[in-house]
């Protein structure tokens, strides 16, 4: 594994999403980097539908990470690290082009909002499910992640008109009830955070570390 783009996706990961930077330590160390290739990817996705004013913009950035993946996918990189590292991944793993489009599509209509909890769910099946499937895949086994996506794709998210806060415990009660065996348990890990979100915005870190050691010891979010 060459060593400059993973470590970059790492240090990327571990600055913008410590939730699944901390769940990938739980993985084997072999397959922790392309956890971090593939999480730095859903970062980019996520910061180029929110960041521009302009839909269009968006549309432009989001389509640019498109072609990205094709070339990584065909062994031909752009000049960017996510790309770079992403070529050994994608041929290492059978990662289904549909996840990575699921992604992109849900991120470019997200920026409108949400008209009802459906939409909502649906949302945070496709980006946060969508990255638990792909993690699961480098991990060795496929998994049932809608519950785990959706309990932690809405928990301490604030959408009008939306009781966020009960669906995402629905989803947890929900995701607790499946047996996740031990290899791909760190792709749905975070889901173990959800019931930490209703009591303050930001867990602090000793919290979240001791709601992943529960999970690794119980083997179950």
Not at 136 to 165: F, P, S
């Amino acid at each position: 594994m060459a060593d400059a783009p993973f470590v970059l996706c790492e240090k990327a990961v571990r600055q913008h999403d410590p939730d699944r930077f901390f769940a990938a330590l739980f993985a084997p160390e072999a397959r922790r980097g392309h956890l971090f290739a593939l999480t730095a990817l859903y970062y980019e996705l996520a910061h180029a539908a929110a960041t521009p004013r302009e839909p269009m913009l968006a549309e432009i950035r989001l389509t640019w990470w498109r072609e990205t993946i094709a070339q990584a996918r065909a062994g031909q990189p752009r000049d960017h690290f996510v790309a770079q590292a992403l070529v050994e991944t994608l041929a290492a793993f059978d990662l289904p082009d549909s996840l990575f489009e699921a992604m992109i599509v849900a991120r470019a209509g997200g920026r409108e909002g949400f008209a009802d909890a459906a939409a909502a769910e649906a949302y945070a099946d496709a980006t946060v499910g969508s990255l638990m499937r792909l993690w699961a895949r480098v991990l060795g086994e496929t998994v049932d992640a809608r519950d785990a996506a959706i309990a932690y794709g809405l928990a301490g998210r604030v959408v009008a008109g939306i009781d966020t806060a009960a669906l995402a415990q629905e989803h947890f009660d929900a995701a607790r009830r499946i047996h996740y065996p031990r290899a791909i348990l760190p792709a749905v890990m975070p889901a173990a955070l959800v019931p930490l979100y209703p009591k303050t915005a930001a867990p602090p870190l000793w919290k979240k570390q001791i709601a992943y050691l529960r999970a690794a010891l119980r083997g179950r979010i």
